[in-house]
T-cell receptor
Framework: GAGVSQSPRYKVAKRGQDVALRCDPI?????LFWYQQALGQGPEFLTYFQNEAQLDKSGLPSDRFFAERPEGSVSTLKIQRTQQEDSAVYLCASSPMSGRRTYFGPGTRLTVT | AQTVTQSQPEMSVQEAETVTLSCTYD???????LFWYKQPPSRQMILVIRQEAYKQQNATENRFSVNFQKAAKSFSLKISDSQLGDTAMYFC????????????FGAGTILRVKS
């Protein structure tokens, strides 16, 4: 079956541009997460959805970062006025319910020039 | 706040030999899960093994096993009969059930299996 998919896989943005990163979780998965992974580091939590409700956004680094999941399936992470420090791989993950296995997507590598 | 520490930035092992990756964590909670994830070069993160904190028995998955020492807050991964395909970055991760399902990751250990 299909896993978690993300698009685009690679994105180059000029500083100051807005970007939108898409995540398609596994069908039926209730929980959806976004993580940010800097080069050579472990992923860091950004935000968590349970269906369409954003239950935790404590990891979003600034108000330039915004995430949504309006119908409880596909999610979009938007970064406004990108900065060089936003360059990272953005990972999306989903799980069927609380405490169950988390499945990761391939990530979107964002490079801000 | 929970923290996860992986003190070995890089490890190498000969094919067919055994290697142990270290992980320690800090939490005041009792109800949590611990994980090891594998991230091959340019490929996505996959789960290697999972341990529930309330279980005393160490988890095993084929060639992979853990040594879970709850009092010491230690969670090491042993890979037996190492294979070239085991070459990857390995992340130790913590999940506190009281704070949703979010994972707290360590900085990772690069494992290189040599032929």
């Amino acid at each position: 079956g299909a896993g978690v998919s993300q698009s685009p896989r690679y994105k180059v943005a000029k500083r100051g541009q807005d970007v939108a990163l898409r995540c398609d979780p596994i069908s039926g998965h209730v929980s959806l997460f976004w993580y940010q992974q800097a080069l050579g580091q472990g992923p860091e939590f950004l935000t968590y959805f349970q269906n369409e409700a954003q239950l935790d956004k404590s990891g979003l680094p600034s108000d330039r970062f915004f995430a949504e999941r309006p119908e409880g399936s596909v999610s979009t992470l938007k970064i406004q006025r990108t900065q060089q420090e936003d360059s990272a791989v953005y990972l999306c993950a989903s799980s069927p319910m609380s405490g169950r296995r988390t499945y990761f997507g391939p990530g979107t590598r964002l490079t801000v020039t | 706040a929970q923290t996860v520490t992986q003190s070995q930035p890089e490890m190498s092992v000969q094919e067919a030999e055994t290697v142990t990756l270290s992980c320690t964590y800090d939490t005041s909670e009792n109800n949590y899960y611990l994980f090891w994830y594998k991230q091959p070069p340019s490929r996505q993160m996959i789960l290697v093994i999972r341990q529930e904190a309330y279980k005393q028995q160490n988890a095993t998955e084929n060639r992979f096993s853990v040594n879970f020492q709850k009092a010491a807050k230690s969670f090491s991964l042993k890979i037996s009969d190492s294979q070239l395909g085991d070459t990857a970055m390995y992340f130790c991760a913590f999940m506190n059930m009281e704070y949703g399902n979010k994972l707290v990751f360590g900085a990772g250990t690069i494992l290189r299996v040599k032929s």
